[in-house]
């Protein structure tokens, strides 16, 4: 029996392309891939109702350092999306070796996506992945010269399509014949397609060149200040937000509460001798209940060491705490 594995999200086309292999009699295997920018809970649900067995990497690590420095550059956001899908098929590649499969699939469809998914996208993933030989996209396999699997009779070409561009016409309807329900939004895209999030990883590279993967965790909660070259100050919106926060606060990081009024948890990231406590001080206690224009205690503390202290500060207003915010489209 042919077997496969394949790049699976749970999204539609992912669904789509193992289901189509399945209706050749091929053993499909499910690969989904967890980092800081994407999870795989719809791929554990699309790979339960096609009844394949599904395979989770962690492949924080390695995304991360393209996403750092992609190779192919990125899209409309932070989305290194040529690079991110040839790491996958290459991880994809060592898994199909390992367990003796014959080839590699994914649910790309050309010209889906303008940036990652026109003809010579699809060549360069296939040839930077290393496993260009063993890899078919049956959704649009016909549009596409005949793969090894095609030539060698694993895969039956006629019974594979020809999808092409951004309508998901056919897809909707080969998703209802099929009766495949529930996958998810086929717009979707991961955290680095969101522009708020990417532009606070863009600052946030930006300041600290040398910031691993899980000081990602942090940018994904709360609201975010630049307090000056390299000093960030991350507030929490929530109880949520707090709690995250200080579970996220790394050693040497300055951690910020107003004294006698409820409000948010100030992390202060520096690394300067003597951080602007003052500054994040004030900025913290702009939204906590303290009553405006009155002096408020703010209480500090460093994380792992023995530093800590109390500030009398006034909060800032609007404007002031403003002129400190990250925001898309200001530096
Ligand atoms: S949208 Fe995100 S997960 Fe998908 S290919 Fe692009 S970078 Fe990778």
Redesign the pocket.
């Known amino acids: 029996m042919t077997k496969a594995i394949g790049l699976f999200s749970g999204g539609l086309d992912s669904m789509l392309a193992a289901r189509l292999l399945q209706e050749q009699g091929i053993e499909v295997t499910a690969l989904a891939f967890t980092s800081p920018?994407?999870g795989a809970r719809r791929a554990k649900k699309g790979a339960k109702q096609l009844g394949v067995e599904l395979v989770i990497a962690d492949i924080s690590e390695p995304h991360f350092e393209v996403v750092r420095n992609p190779a192919h550059g990125y899209?409309r956001n932070m989305?290194?999306?040529l690079d991110?899908?040839a790491l996958m098929i290459r991880f994809a590649g060592r898994e199909m070796e390992k367990r003796g499969l014959d080839f590699i699939f994914t649910g790309e469809v050309l010209g889906q996506r303008p940036f990652?998914q026109n003809r010579k996208a699809l060549d360069v993933v296939a040839r930077e992945s290393g496993y260009g030989e063993s890899l078919l996209r049956p959704l649009c396999a016909k549009l596409l010269k005949p793969t090894r699997m095609e030539l060698e009779g694993l895969v039956d070409r006629e019974r594979l399509l020809d999808i092409q561009g951004r309508s998901r016409r056919r897809q909707l309807e080969l998703a209802r014949q099929w009766g495949l329900t529930e996958y998810s939004s086929p717009a979707g895209?991961?955290k680095?397609?969101d522009p708020g999030f990417s532009h606070r990883l863009r600052e946030a590279l930006a300041d600290d060149p040398g910031m691993d993967v899980r000081d990602v965790e942090i940018l994904k909660v709360g609201r975010h200040f630049r307090l000056g070259g390299g000093v960030r100050l991350v507030v929490g919106k929530n109880r949520a937000d707090n709690e995250r926060i200080e579970a996220l606060a790394r050693e040497g990081d300055v951690l910020l509460r107003v004294v006698g009024h409820p409000g948010p948890l100030g992390c202060l990231r520096s690394r300067e001798a003597e951080p602007p406590l003052e500054t994040a001080a004030a900025v913290t206690s702009r939204y906590s209940d303290a009553p405006r224009g009155e002096p408020c205690r703010v209480e500090w503390r460093e994380v792992g060491r023995e530093r800590r202290g109390e500030l009398l500060v006034t909060p800032f207003g609007e404007e002031e705490a403003r002129a400190f915010a990250i925001l898309p489209g200001k530096r």
């Open positions: 920018f994407f899209g989305n290194p999306c991110c899908h990652s895209g991961c680095l397609t």
